[in-house]
């Protein structure tokens, strides 16, 4: 990857901020990358277990407040939300480029969506899509998970992200419901994803 020094090190090209509390961490050293499935297995790319399970993937919400949670969380809720994006050729275009935002393409601890840097459509998109998979996600259930005792969890923290939009929307301070962080994250100025 361009600009990473390799390995578990930081990536130089992107500097993220550290969460204070990570979500996920597997127990057992078979769930140690993904509870979802087991094709996961493979994208350690070599990085020690323990590190891996210590990386987190941001979503960054409008107003700067951030949803930080573990490489398979953070790519499963993304894989919920590309499903529920509408089925036009706009929204095809979003979900193809939001699925190559997971950690499973990027690479560990380097996923992340700021919702600021979208074009406005996009960003509304996506911020519609987020209820509608959250209740795709209920209705599905932990079916198709590898390890099944992780979905109430994630569950909760899928729900958690669609109370932090809420909160964002109504124009609530970031403070009043950022829990994985210790305040917002600057804005970059850059311009991501399609439309632009």
Same mark, same amino acid.
């Given at each position: 990857?361009?600009?990473?020094?390799?390995?578990?090190?930081?990536?130089?090209?992107r500097?993220?901020?550290?969460?204070?509390?990570?979500?996920?961490? &597997?127990?057992?050293?078979?769930? &140690?990358?993904?509870?979802?499935?087991?094709?996961?297995?493979?994208?350690?790319r070599?990085?020690?277990?323990? !590190?891996?399970?210590?990386?987190?993937?941001?979503?960054?919400?409008?107003d700067?407040?951030?949803?930080?949670?573990?490489?398979? &969380?953070?790519?499963?809720?993304?894989?919920?939300i590309?499903? &529920?994006?509408?089925?036009?050729?706009?929204?095809q275009?979003?979900?193809?480029?939001?699925?190559?935002?997971?950690?499973?393409?990027?690479?560990?601890?380097v996923?992340?969506?700021?919702l600021?840097?979208?074009?406005?459509?996009?960003?509304?998109? =996506?911020?519609?899509? =987020?209820?509608?998979?959250?209740?795709?996600?209920?209705?599905?259930?932990?079916?198709?998970?590898?390890?099944?005792?992780?979905?109430?969890?994630?569950?909760?923290?899928? !729900?958690?992200?669609?109370?932090?939009? !809420?909160?964002?929307?109504r124009?609530?301070?970031?403070?009043?419901?950022?829990?994985?962080?210790?305040?917002?994250?600057?804005?970059?100025? !850059?311009?991501?994803?399609?439309?632009?």
């Open positions: 990857m361009e600009g990473c020094n390799g390995g578990a090190k930081k990536c130089a090209a500097k993220r901020p550290r969460p204070i509390n990570p979500f996920g961490l &597997a127990t057992k050293e078979e769930d &140690a990358v993904s509870p979802m499935n087991s094709e996961c297995a493979s994208l350690d070599g990085m020690p277990q323990e !590190e891996y399970r210590l990386m987190s993937a941001f979503f960054v919400l409008t700067g407040r951030a949803w930080s949670k573990a490489n398979w &969380a953070y790519d499963a809720v993304l894989d919920a590309a499903d &529920a994006l509408p089925n036009d050729g706009a929204g275009l979003l979900a193809e480029w939001l699925l190559e935002q997971r950690c499973r393409v990027q690479g560990p601890g996923g992340t969506v700021d600021r840097e979208l074009t406005d459509e996009n960003r509304r998109r =996506i911020v519609e899509a =987020i209820p509608r998979a959250l209740e795709m996600a209920r209705k599905k259930g932990p079916r198709d998970w590898h390890d099944p005792s992780f979905f109430p969890q994630w569950l909760s923290a899928f !729900e958690l992200l669609v109370q932090m939009i !809420e909160s964002a929307e124009g609530d301070p970031p403070e009043a419901l950022n829990p994985d962080m210790r305040g917002p994250i600057p804005p970059t100025g !850059e311009r991501r994803g399609p439309g632009w």
